[in-house]
Nanobody, 116 residues
Framework: EVQLVESGGGMVQPGGSLRLSCAAS????????MNWVRQAPGKGPELVAG????????RYADSVKGRFTISRDNAQNTVNLQMNSLKPEDTAVYYC?????????WGQGTQVTVSS
């Protein structure tokens, strides 16, 4: 059974940093691309960052380029999202996901709130 468990969310002031982690199990983690997606209140989901299996190629939404960094640890089966210079508009529930066998699996999400 595929399981994704996010952690590391919280409340932070504008300009602050947070590091999110997603622990994966139930599949061969090192052979799948992984993504972080967020959903703010009243808005649709936004793909924030992705990291590929092949050479760990990364991609980012324009809104987070230069501030967020996605990484993966295949030995620990985790994918991380380092978020710096946080802005109020980064407030959202953050999810990691993986597409496997034509199905997209999601974790339960972790809340990030950026507020003074």
């Amino acid at each position: 059974e595929v399981q994704l468990v996010e952690s590391g969310g919280g409340m932070v002031q504008p300009g602050g940093s947070l590091r999110l982690s997603c622990a994966a199990s139930g599949f061969t983690f090192s052979t799948y691309d992984m993504n972080w997606v967020r959903q703010a209140p009243g808005k649709g989901p936004e793909l924030v960052a992705g990291i590929s299996v092949f050479e760990g190629i990364t991609r980012y939404a324009d809104s987070v380029k230069g501030r967020f960094t996605i990484s993966r640890d295949n030995a620990q089966n985790t994918v991380n999202l380092q978020m710096n210079s946080l802005k109020p508009e980064d407030t959202a529930v953050y999810y990691c996901n993986v597409r496997r066998g034509g199905v997209i699996y999601w974790g339960q999400g972790t809340q990030v709130t950026v507020s003074s």
